[in-house]
């Protein structure tokens, strides 16, 4: 699943490219999406400008000039530029074309994303906690949340309420860095190590955002290029491998129904 860095790289790609134009035409080949597609949409946006694309967790917001479109990917979904006369590959579900003679294409073999209008903000981004790469998020702030609770710290740092954007692979990895066990009780973590994962939190994504992102399934960034964190996963996808600090074999295990693998040696 596209994760934070792949959904700030798509917005880095796209954005130069179409913001200030005009949204000349929408075209919806399958709104049949996680959520369907606005109902007259391709109506609602034609002729209005794009004033700025921005990001919320996961999702890309682009603003126009009488509202914004909610973007989220969803599992197999990405977003790329190509000119208007490029032809449409199975899974194009729907295609923006600006005044400028650029084509947002939309392309999702899945179809678990979303496209969604609002003239006065999305209700989906109300309940969300803060951005992991802003001075809102910190380890005091993890402390301060985990006090008695007795899920995992992996889950715990994946809660969208805890922090936004923290993915199955960056939370693998960041806690790898830290030395904690992801399955490691969350209110029985101290402040110092809090602190301590805070910051490896930001250190991954800020890494996977310089590398593009990380290339699983089929994401490609708004150019239609791979990201190449992948190459640096330490412990993500790689149950039984030597751990790279240690050289003993990393465990797998399962928590909140996803793999998670960790060194039993190096995190504690």
């Not at 994760?3 to 130069?16: F, M, N, S």
């Not at 597609?37 to 000039?65: D, F, M, N, P, W």
């Not at 996808?237 to 040696?265: A, M, N, T, Y």
Request: aromatic share 6%; net charge positive; charged share 25%.
């Amino acid at each position: 699943m596209p994760e934070l860095p792949e959904v700030e790289t798509t917005l880095r790609g796209i954005e130069p490219h179409i913001a200030g134009t005009e949204v000349e035409q929408l075209r919806v080949f399958n709104g049949s999406l996680r959520w369907p597609v606005t109902e007259g949409l391709s109506e609602i946006v034609k002729g209005q400008r794009l004033l700025s694309l921005t990001r919320r967790a996961k999702y890309l917001l682009l603003h126009l000039e009488r509202g914004s479109m909610m973007i989220h990917l969803g599992m197999s979904g990405s977003l790329r530029l190509v000119d208007k006369n490029t032809e449409r590959r199975k899974h194009d579900h729907i295609e923006m074309h600006m005044s400028n003679g650029k084509c947002l294409r939309y392309h999702d073999p899945r179809r678990f994303g979303c496209w969604l209008w609002s003239d006065n903000g999305h209700p989906q981004l109300d309940h969300l906690g803060p951005e992991p790469l802003t001075d809102d998020f910190s380890g005091k702030r993890l402390f301060e949340l985990s006090r008695k609770r007795k899920v995992a710290v992996k889950p715990f740092i994946m809660d969208n309420k805890i922090v936004v954007g923290v993915g199955n692979i960056y939370a693998s990895e960041a806690l790898f860095r830290s030395g904690i066990r992801p399955d490691r009780e969350a209110g029985r973590i101290s402040l110092q190590r809090y602190e301590l994962l805070a910051g490896h939190i930001k250190d991954v994504l800020r890494l996977a955002i310089e590398q593009g992102g990380t290339t699983l399934r089929d994401f490609v960034n708004g150019n239609g290029e791979p990201g190449y964190f992948q190459q640096t996963l330490m412990v993500y996808g790689r149950g039984g491998q030597p751990c790279g600090q240690c050289d003993k074999p990393l465990s797998e295990i399962r928590l909140g129904q996803r793999s998670s693998v960790f060194c039993c040696h190096c995190q504690r």
